[in-house]
């Protein structure tokens, strides 16, 4: 009976019903722009590095946080420390030295980063793979945006004057590498400042491991940094500088090197993101300087539940101007249909009958309207995707979805449908409970 009496007011339903597909639609839509917009803050920050990870560094390797007789360092020991606190994963201190890396008339200063194993595995690779665990030769990862560094030692100039990238392989060609980088200037410049000269340091044979994914212009955390093995890095340093103060590594008050490396800074991992800022408090509380992507992540998504809320509260008000709507075709339908009411009761049908028929003509209207207003949002998304999702992918490095309607927004948007024509509905519905059998038998 509820289907039929909608089929008997084509036009009316037809309106009404439109007024709900563009209500659903609406609001859909709106709160698909806050997911999507969400969804690539957290997509742009994931490509900066992990999401769980925190950054503690000890600027400058001076110990000053802590006191003069008892500076703070980044050791191992402190690494154990750091293990040790809770849903801590794992950590990796990374050692930091400056080289000169050579590749025909091409080189670079730079510095090298010794890291761990668990901290390369993450580190994403567009050729070659990670070093052999098991092998005792250095070999090294670059990152994607190193090349631009290199200059032609003959003519000073490089990428950032001639705009040409300079002529690197890494794969198939020898990269030389000096360590002693001050060595290397003094015997270039004519010898030490009080005029001895100074003999060019050794240069080393490193080869190539892999290289990170992407071009220049393509960022990452991986991008700008030259990366290997600490444990090997360690052995190289102390094979080159034996028992004399390693550049960069701090000394005692006699100017003696310490019998232990001081790291310059350290990554360490939590299990889960929610508690990545409780581990960076107590990491802070320990001397240390450390930061993490969760500061800017929850900064950006108290703004983007603020602009979602905005979003979803305009296509509420659509929807609820579609339920005015329903309300309105409701009351006009008892209006017209007084009469039969009146029959219906004095043949006995019970009053719950007489609202159930009026409620689930509601339901039916928001039904429809929340179906079609579903395959609308989905047409609306996919254009929105269409001709904004280059620019954005661009930007963020992400999909490029600025609108995404996951599968619990679609059922919640046809079910919301429905609960707000019933809704709209129930009002008509108690109305025509009410009509006098006596009275609706006699209207004409």
């Avoid at 709160?31 to 969400?38: F, H, M, P, Q, T």
């Avoid at 919640?412 to 129930?426: D, E």
Wanted: include cysteine; hydrophobic fraction near 40%.
């Amino acid at each position: 009976m509820s289907i039929n009496n909608l089929r008997r007011r084509k036009v009316r339903t037809a309106l009404t019903v439109l007024g709900v597909v563009i209500g659903t639609a609406s609001v859909v839509v709106m709160v698909s722009l806050g997911i999507g917009l969400n969804a690539l803050m957290m997509e742009m920050y994931s490509s900066y590095g992990s999401m769980t990870a925190i950054e503690i560094y000890n600027y400058g390797n001076n110990g000053n946080n802590g006191t003069s007789d008892n500076p703070l360092y980044l050791t191992d020991d402190t690494v154990k420390e750091f293990l040790r606190i809770p849903h801590v994963t794992s950590a990796s201190p990374v050692l930091e030295t400056n080289v000169i890396l050579k590749q025909g008339v091409y080189e670079t200063n730079t510095s090298i980063n010794g890291v761990t194993r668990e901290f390369m595995e993450q580190i994403p690779l567009g050729q070659g793979k990670l070093p052999d665990p098991k092998s005792t030769e250095m070999e090294f990862i670059y990152g994607n945006a190193v090349v631009q560094w290199f200059q032609n030692s003959k003519t000073g100039k490089g990428y950032w004057d001639t705009q040409e990238l300079p002529d690197i392989d890494y794969m198939n060609k020898p990269m030389f590498v000096i360590f002693d980088t001050d060595a290397y200037y003094q015997s270039r410049s004519g010898g030490s400042g009080d005029g001895t000269p100074v003999k060019a340091p050794k240069k080393y044979l490193i080869r190539t491991a892999g290289v990170v994914e992407g071009g220049i212009d393509d960022y990452n955390s991986y991008a700008y940094g030259v990366y290997t093995d600490i444990d090997q890095l360690k052995a190289q340093l102390k094979k080159i500088y034996k028992k004399n103060p390693i550049p960069g590594q701090p000394t005692n008050k006699k100017g003696k090197p310490y019998s232990y490396f001081i790291y310059n800074q350290a990554y360490v991992y939590v299990d889960d993101m929610e508690n990545v800022t409780a581990v960076q408090k107590a990491i802070t509380d320990m001397g240390f300087q450390a930061n993490s992507q969760m500061e800017w992540i929850e900064q950006s998504q108290q703004t983007y539940n603020m602009i979602q809320l905005v979003l979803g509260g305009i296509g509420a008000i659509s929807l609820f101007v579609a339920a005015i709507g329903i309300a309105n075709t409701m009351m006009m339908s008892i209006y017209e249909r007084t009469k039969e009411i009146g029959v219906l009761k004095v043949l006995g049908c019970a009053l719950g009958d007489i609202r159930t028929m009026f409620l689930m003509e509601a339901g039916f209207i928001g039904f429809m309207g929340g179906v079609l207003g579903l395959g609308l949002s989905y047409s609306v998304s996919a254009a929105i995707n269409k001709f904004l999702g280059a620019s954005l992918s661009g930007m963020t490095g992400g999909s490029g979805a600025i609108s995404r309607i996951p599968l619990w927004l679609s059922g919640s948007a046809v079910v919301f449908a429905v609960l707000i024509g019933m809704l709209a509905g129930l009002f008509p519905a108690l109305r025509a409970m009410k009509l006098s059998p006596l009275a609706a038998i006699r209207n004409e």
